[in-house]
């Protein structure tokens, strides 16, 4: 297998690369990263010098590059994780998570039609189904339930997976789509949530956690996650959804407070700061399809996961101190520093 994999030098990119090399050592592997600042090529350097693997710095909505890569390659099939992916990045400017979520998709496809690539799985997730009530938890997210994305970035996700679908009845790729929960893990950018939550716990500096913390998410560790789009790239049905679910619910605040008891910090270091605008209520997966088709079930618990990552934290200090340096520092006072306190009260409403 000749695997184009995009986004490969981002958080779940690289892990997919990670876990492909374990499991499937015999694939050549060539990945394509714009390096935007979630991009860090350091984080690939453990295969960097391997003989299956080659890197190319390009954009996946610049046409020519993308047709000069796979007419040079020659891949047997693409694995799309490029993606803008932060929602608060996308409420500030939602251009640029149309153009890389919506046409950066197109460009793929259309390049694979012309290049005799049928084989493209496009990984989405759990957001383009807006949300559910915190008072219902019986319910959760099927490959059937209707997209009602609430944020820009959701809502160019959810464009995608349409496009996909379109491209497969209209051409007939053989497209397949995933929709995870939260990922979490080694490598994660520090603007996200544990990660974010664990540099400033070990810093002794304030835990901004927005509202009332009462929001819930579902929790899936990276490498379950990596299994999960392997086996769907393997065995997936043409044309098939696929929800990858953690079985991992917990609230945000009673995550944080997980976290500090983790690395021995104190409780007092949460701070409640304003609400997101539009914030999602709660997500939940139910992952069957794909456990009873394929046989995969999520084999790291939330806490386990959870003590696998701040493990690798502690151990890794450099590479994350690197990128809380310079240039995301700015973004990070834009996001917290001039929130005003919540209204404690919460009724579970939109």
Not at 34 to 40: I, M, Q, R
Not at 69 to 79: H, K, N
Not at 221 to 234: F, G, K, P, T, W
Request: charged share 25%; with cysteine; proline share 5%.
């Amino acid at each position: 297998m000749r695997l184009l994999i995009t986004g490969g030098a981002g958080f779940i990119g690289s892990n997919f690369i990670f876990h492909l090399r374990a499991v499937r050592p015999d694939w050549t592997l060539l990945c394509v990263d714009k390096l935007t600042y979630a991009g860090n090529l350091a984080t690939l350097d453990s295969v960097r010098d391997d003989p299956h693997f080659r890197f190319f710095r390009a954009d996946i909505t610049d046409e020519t590059a993308m047709r000069g890569i796979f007419e040079t390659e020659r891949p047997d099939a693409v694995v799309n994780f490029a993606a803008e992916s932060h929602v608060d990045r996308s409420i500030e400017d939602p251009g640029i998570f149309l153009r890389t979520n919506v046409l950066g998709v197109q460009t793929l496809l259309d390049v694979c039609r012309s290049c005799g690539v049928s084989r493209f799985h496009q990984v989405s997730t759990d957001e383009v189904y807006g949300d559910l009530p915190l008072d219902r938890p019986d319910l959760r997210f099927t490959e059937e339930s209707p997209l009602r994305p609430s944020s820009p970035y959701a809502a160019s996700k959810a464009a995608a997976d349409l496009l996909c679908g379109a491209y497969r009845r209209t051409y007939g790729l053989h497209v397949t789509l995933s929709r995870c929960s939260n990922n979490y893990g080694p490598f994660q950018f520090p603007e996200k949530l544990i990660p974010l939550m664990l540099a400033n716990a070990l810093a002794d500096q304030p835990l901004p956690v927005y509202g009332t913390g009462e929001n819930v998410r579902d929790w899936l560790y990276v490498d379950d996650h990596c299994a999960a789009i392997r086996l769907i790239l393997e065995k997936g049905e043409a044309g098939a959804v696929y929800n990858i679910g953690g079985h991992g619910e917990l609230s945000n605040l009673a995550l944080v407070r997980r976290l500090l008891a983790l690395v021995g910090k104190s409780e007092s270091l949460i701070t409640h700061v304003g609400d997101r605008k539009g914030h999602d209520l709660r997500y939940a997966i139910d992952p069957v399809l794909l456990e009873k088709t394929l046989g995969w079930r999520p084999a790291v618990s939330l806490d386990e996961g959870l003590a696998k990552t701040v493990a690798w934290y502690l151990e890794h200090r450099l590479w994350w101190e690197t990128i809380r340096s310079g240039a995301y520092l700015s973004y990070y006072e834009r996001m917290y520093g001039n929130r005003p306190a919540p209204d404690r009260h919460f009724d579970g409403g939109l």
